[in-house]
Structure formats: C-alpha cells, structure tokens
C-alpha cells in the first residue's frame, strides 16, 4: 500500500498530529497522579499512551515511517519545551492570589533525573515503534495492519518501561524490585493495545476518507 503525501491542507494529517502532540504532553503534564492496576503504580499519564502510540501507528500507515519519525522529534521538542517551562515556572516567585507554591510545585516540579529519563524513553521507544512497524508492513506487503500495530507497540513498550524505570530509579529501587516494577508498568501498558486494535481499524478509515 502507496503512502499518501502529507501537505499543509490534509485535514487527516493536522488531525493526527493534533492528536499526538496532546497525547504525549497530556502523558507528561498527568505523570504526578498515580494509580494502582491490578497491584501496579503507573502514572495517569500513561493513559494517554496508547493514543500516543495509536496516532503514531496510523500516521506510519498513512504517510510512510519518515513522516512519522518527523512527528516523533515534533513531540520531543514539544515535551522538551514543557519540561522547561515548568523549571523555569516553578523557579519564578509565587503571588499570594492563586495557589500556592507548595501545590503548584507537587504537580509540575520533577526531578532533572525523571526528566531526562522520561524523554530519552520516549524518544528512543517511539523511534524503534516506527521502525519496527515499517519493518513489519514490508514484511507482509501491507497486510495485516493489526499485526504491525500490536507488534511495534509491544517490543516498543517493553523498551520503554524498562529504559524509564532504571533511568530514572537505578540505585534508588533495589535491582530485583526495580525490574518486577517495570514488568508490572509494560504489562498494563500493553494490555490496552489488543483493546484499541478495533477502534484504530475504524480512526483509520475514517482519516482515510479526511485526506
């Protein structure tokens, strides 16, 4: 299947990535609420993941893995620039209307380590999620879309969680917990993925037809 040229007036295309760029900040802005699944603490953040991974499947779909790896760095840059914000936000001084510094800095302030791990996980799993599903789609001429999209979300979560967690927890967590924690994050992530596997087939044909 022919990749379609992405132009300025693609109205799929501006939908797509709309929904990437607020998929990927919406994972960032939510990371300090958490949540057990089934015994597991993850982030609400990683609610918006599977939109996140979803979007970048479908544009790798439709507009070839070049474009999609253009959108990948458009979301790096995009959580690069929150991500400095917020340092530079919770560093300025707090008026006494609004909330108070205390609140404000429990939501937005993270530790340069988290940071740094949080988007060298992102970066590298999403890129190997572009390769992996290109890879796949030439593998089987095009066929089996669910295919390509479940296997590049799964190799690429596992990537991602693991590269997160030790990043971001190496000698803080013990070794063994450290890794039964990242297990546990990949297996909820990934459990979604099968789920959304209908709806992507009906966003697809619905983009299709929008471009």
């Not at 982030?43 to 507009?63: Q, S």
């Not at 209307?97 to 949080?118: E, H, K, W």
């Amino acid at each position: 299947m022919s990749a379609v040229r992405a132009s300025s007036s693609d109205r799929a295309w501006a939908l797509l990535v709309s929904l990437y760029l607020g998929g990927i900040l919406s994972a960032n802005a939510l990371a300090a609420k958490l949540l057990v699944v089934f015994g597991v603490s993850l982030t609400v953040g990683a609610l918006a993941i599977p939109l996140v991974y979803l979007t970048t499947d479908l544009l790798n779909e439709m507009y070839g893995a070049k474009a999609a790896r253009l959108v990948v760095w458009m979301g790096f840059i995009a959580s690069a620039v929150l991500a400095g914000m917020s340092r530079l936000c919770v560093a300025l001084p707090t008026s006494t209307l609004g909330v108070d510094s205390a609140t404000f800095n429990a939501v937005f302030y993270a530790t340069p380590r988290i940071v740094l791990a949080s988007m060298t996980a992102y970066l590298v799993s999403s890129l190997i999620d572009v390769r992996l599903f290109a890879w796949i789609r030439h593998l089987t001429n095009g066929k089996h879309f669910w295919l390509r999209k479940n296997g590049s979300t799964f190799a690429s979560q596992l990537v991602d969680s693991y590269l997160f967690c030790f990043g971001a927890f190496a000698w803080v967590i013990p070794w063994g917990p450290l890794a039964v924690m990242a297990l546990g994050q990949y297996l909820v992530k990934v459990s979604m993925a099968p789920l959304g596997t209908p709806l992507s087939y009906v966003v697809l044909k619905l983009a299709r037809r929008a471009a």
